[in-house]
């Protein structure tokens, strides 16, 4: 149990595009899901918490113009990179809390996407 | 404020010798939560253990064995006999309670190679 997926896995795109990844709880609902970032041989930085109906919580520093989130359902997060540049470049890994509904529930995490922007 | 130091950036090691990930935390809170997650070479982190702060029992699962002293503020993960496929980067978070919305607050992560 507790398994999320991310789609795509890997996204080549042009700078000035936008790409979406999504982030999905297979088998349970997550009410919140984060979204983090990670450069090589770094660890993760979150951007982002993400709540069901509900606006994201972004943390400092991270443009939410550039980031767009949406949550729209307990299984289903999306993040936006609008008008992606090579500096948007990274591995982006998206989790969800797990399902005893507290805040400190174990986060499960996706298999990460890497952007690659060219 | 809260913190977590993961002392050791990289740690080699040959097949079947013991090794310790060392994990110490900083936090304000009495109600904490402790995480340890591996990252193996594909990316995705691999939940690994979840502790609370009011259990301070060592926690043994297989080859993997989790050190919890309050008293140091530490969670040292040690593997057993390590094997090849343990080769990854470990992470240990940690959760506050009542503070931060249940954010991990992650250390730098300790990168295990082990050599066969």
């Known amino acids: 149990g507790a398994v999320v997926s991310q789609h795509p896995s890997r996204v080549i795109c042009k700078s000035g595009t936008s790409v979406k990844i999504e982030c999905r709880s297979l088998?349970?609902?997550?009410?919140?899901m984060f979204w983090y970032r990670q450069f090589p041989k770094q660890s993760l930085m979150l951007m982002a918490t993400?709540?069901?109906?509900?606006?994201?919580?972004?943390e400092q520093g991270v443009e939410k113009d550039k980031f767009l989130i949406n949550h729209a359902s307990l299984t289903l997060s999306t993040l936006t990179v609008t008008s992606a540049h090579p500096e948007d470049s990274s591995f982006y890994i998206c989790?969800?809390?797990?399902?005893?509904?507290?805040?400190?529930?174990?986060?499960?995490f996706g298999p990460g996407t890497r952007l690659t922007v060219l | 404020a809260q913190k977590v130091t993961q002392a050791q950036t990289e740690i080699s090691v040959v097949e079947k010798e013991d090794v310790t990930l060392d994990c110490v935390y900083e936090?304000?809170?009495?109600?904490?939560?402790l995480f340890w997650y591996k990252q193996p070479p594909s990316g995705e982190l691999v939940f690994l253990i979840r502790?609370?702060?009011?259990?301070?029992q060592n926690e043994i699962s297989g080859r993997y064995s989790w050190n919890f002293q309050k008293s140091t503020s530490s969670f040292n993960f040690t593997i057993t006999a390590s094997q090849v496929v343990d080769s990854a980067v470990y992470f240990c978070?940690?959760?506050?309670?009542?503070?931060?919305?249940?954010?991990?607050?992650f250390g730098q992560g300790t990168e295990l190679s082990v050599k066969p």
């Open positions: 993400s709540n069901e109906g509900s606006k994201a919580t972004y």
């Open positions: 989790s969800a809390r797990g399902r005893e509904g507290h805040s400190t529930d174990t986060q499960y």
């Open positions: 502790r609370n702060s009011f259990d301070e």
């Open positions: 088998d349970f609902q997550a009410t919140t």
């Open positions: 936090t304000r809170d009495t109600t904490y939560y």
């Open positions: 978070a940690l959760s506050e309670a009542y503070n931060q919305g249940g954010k991990l607050i």
